[in-house]
């Protein structure tokens, strides 16, 4: 399973921006990101990395291992 859940959400789109391809969308309605298309969802940590508020969501399941530190 990719990413498969975004609760907390504040709006700032940065993982609509870092996504490679193009999994996340903003609500227009809401103003929070939603997962338009899970099924191409490469799991590669980008947004949950990115998202300022932890609201990312990525089953640990196939995910890549975690062998850089960024910081
Ligand atoms: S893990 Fe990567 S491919 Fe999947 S939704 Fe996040 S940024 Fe996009
Ligand atoms: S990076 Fe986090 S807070 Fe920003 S739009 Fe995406 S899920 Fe919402």
């Not at 939603?34 to 099924?39: E, K, L, S």
């Amino acid at each position: 399973m990719p990413i498969n859940n975004i609760s907390g959400c504040i709006g700032c789109e940065t993982c609509v921006q870092v996504c490679p391809t193009d999994v996340i969308r903003m609500d227009p309605k809401t103003k929070k990101a939603v997962i338009q298309y899970q099924a191409d969802c490469q799991i590669c940590h980008l947004c949950r990395m990115y998202c300022p508020v932890d609201a990312i969501t990525i089953t640990p399941d196939k995910s890549i291992p975690v062998v850089v530190s960024w910081g």
